[in-house]
DNA sequence: TAAATATATTTGCAAGTGCAAATTATGGGG
DNA sequence: CCCCATAATTTGCACTTGCAAATATATTTA
C-alpha cells in the first residue's frame, strides 16, 4: 500500500484543506467550522431534531449539543420542544442564522468554483458520485459492524 | 447550493466514517487515530522532521508535536536531533513502531477494500485522481492566499 | 397503571487541540 | 566573534472534544 493511494489519507488532506480555506471566512462572519456545518444542514434541510442533525452533519452528538450551546448564545439557533416528542428539541435557524448564513454562502459557493476551476463538468459529477458511493460503502461497513455487536 | 453537492460536505462525511470503521482496529493495538496518521506516513516514507510530517499528515505542528510525545511514551516513534541542521528533528519508527504498523495495516487495506468493494477499478483510480487533483486546487488557493497576505 | 425498558439529549470529566509566545538553533553581516 | 533576523519545535493557556453516566420523557409490560 502506498500512502498516495490510501483512501483515507486522500480524503483527510482535502478535508482539512478545506477547512483551512474557509476559516477565514467564517472567523470574519464570527463562526467556527462547526457552527458552519450546521448552519449549512439547517439552512439546506430545514429544522432538525438534535440527533437527526448529529447525522446530518456527522457531529459527535454530546460534541453538537455543546456545540448548539454556543450558537444559541450567538442568535444563530433556536432549541424548541419537539411538539411531537418532549424528548426531542427540534433546532431551528434564527433570523440572524439565516442572515449569517447568507452572508458567508456565496464565499462558501466562490471557494469551491475556485478550487475546482479545472475540473470539467463531468470531473465534478464523477467526484461526487463516487464520494457518495463510497459514504454507502462505509455506511454499510458500519451498519454490519453494529449488527455484529448487537447480535 | 444543495447540501447532498457542497463537496465539503460530501468529503466530511466520508472522513469521518473511515474514522469510526478504522477506531476499533485501532484500539485494539492501543492507537489512536492521529498517531495512526502518523504511523502510516513513517512507514510508507520512511524518516521524516517534524515540520515534514506535518505537512504530510495534515495534523497541525503543535498539535503533531503533542502526538509525537505521547507515541514516545508508547515507544511508537524516537526523536533524534537531526545531524544537518539542528533546529530540526527527525522522527523515526522504533522496531516496535514498525511491528504495530504492519500489525494494523493489513487490517486498514482489508477495509479500504471491503468499502470499495462495490467499485470497478477505473471508479478507484478516478477517485484517487480527482481528488489528487482537488488538492492540488486547494493548495494553490491557500497559497495565493498566503501571498496576499505576506504583500 | 406502576414498573421496567427504551430513546433523546445533556453533562462530568479527562484528554486533545490550536493559537501565539517562548525556546533552541542556524547563518549572514558588521 | 557577536548580533540580529530567520527557522524548527515546544509549551502555556483557554477552549473543544468524546466517552460514559445522568437526566428527561416515552412506551411497553405485567
Redesign the pocket.
Known amino acids: 500500500m502506498e500512502l498516495g493511494t490510501y483512501l483515507p489519507y486522500l480524503v483527510n488532506r482535502v478535508g482539512?484543506r478545506f477547512i483551512?480555506d474557509i476559516?477565514p471566512v467564517l472567523s470574519e462572519a464570527g463562526v467556527?467550522?462547526?457552527s458552519w456545518r450546521v448552519l449549512i444542514a439547517l439552512y439546506q434541510r430545514g429544522a432538525q431534531?438534535?440527533?437527526?442533525?448529529?447525522d446530518l452533519t456527522s457531529?459527535?452528538?454530546?460534541?453538537?449539543?455543546?456545540?448548539?450551546?454556543?450558537m444559541e448564545k450567538k442568535d444563530l439557533v433556536r432549541?424548541v420542544?419537539?411538539a411531537?416528542?418532549?424528548?426531542?428539541?427540534?433546532?431551528e435557524l434564527t433570523a440572524n442564522g439565516k442572515s449569517v448564513t447568507e452572508t458567508i454562502l456565496p464565499q462558501a459557493a466562490a471557494l469551491e468554483a475556485k478550487v475546482t476551476g479545472d475540473f470539467s463538468e463531468a470531473e465534478l459529477a464523477m467526484l461526487r458520485q463516487l464520494l457518495g458511493k463510497l459514504y454507502v460503502g462505509l455506511s454499510d461497513y458500519s451498519e454490519e459492524r453494529d449488527d455484529r455487536l448487537a447480535g
Chains 1, 2 share one sequence.
Not at 431534531?49 to 448529529?54: E, I, K
Not at 457531529?59 to 454556543?70: C, E, M, Q, W, Y
Open positions: 482539512q483551512s476559516t467556527d467550522i462547526q431534531t438534535v440527533g437527526a442533525l448529529s457531529i459527535n452528538f454530546s460534541t453538537l449539543s455543546r456545540v448548539l450551546g454556543r432549541r420542544r419537539d411531537e416528542d418532549a424528548r426531542s428539541f427540534t433546532v
